[in-house]
């Protein structure tokens, strides 16, 4: 280590966490489907009445009386190797460090080839033209 300049670390902790990825953990075991997270999601980030960034899902299983029921939150899954954005004529959708999936509003054209590549049907045509999504805010 001492025959390495500050600028080799730099470069290799540059390097390392260029690699690294954020995540996001929820607890299905304690989502009850009351829909908070939906709405604090639209009220933070302004999305409009009849759109969404995340939802709940609810999935039962079994017959009666051996009935199963899983309720889960969903939303964009920020993909390593992500469709919608190699499929993105503009490059308005990119990734970001961490592995955040995002798009660029201004230079969306709203062509929805995204929405349709993403396979969690996690994105929408927002009504002023370009297609928005989870931010992982």
């Known amino acids: 280590l001492s025959n390495l300049s500050l600028q080799s670390v730099s470069r290799i902790v540059d390097q390392e966490l260029a690699n690294l990825r954020f ?29 969404c960034r995340d939802w709940i899902t609810t999935e ?21 190797n992500s469709p919608c954005v190699r499929c993105c004529p503009t490059g308005a959708s990119h990734i970001e460090d961490g592995g955040i999936v995002l798009v660029e509003h201004n230079k969306c054209i709203g062509c929805g080839a995204c929405i349709q590549a993403c396979p969690y049907d996690a994105r929408y045509s927002h009504p002023e033209g370009y297609v928005d999504k989870c931010t992982f805010c």
């Open 23 to 51: 995540a996001m953990a929820v607890d299905m075991r304690r989502c009850v489907g009351c829909n908070a997270c939906v709405l604090a999601c639209k009220s933070e980030n302004n999305v409009p009445d009849g759109y």
């Open 60 to 80: 039962v299983r079994g017959t009666f009386p051996q009935l199963n029921m899983e309720i889960r939150s969903e939303r964009c899954n920020h993909c390593d």
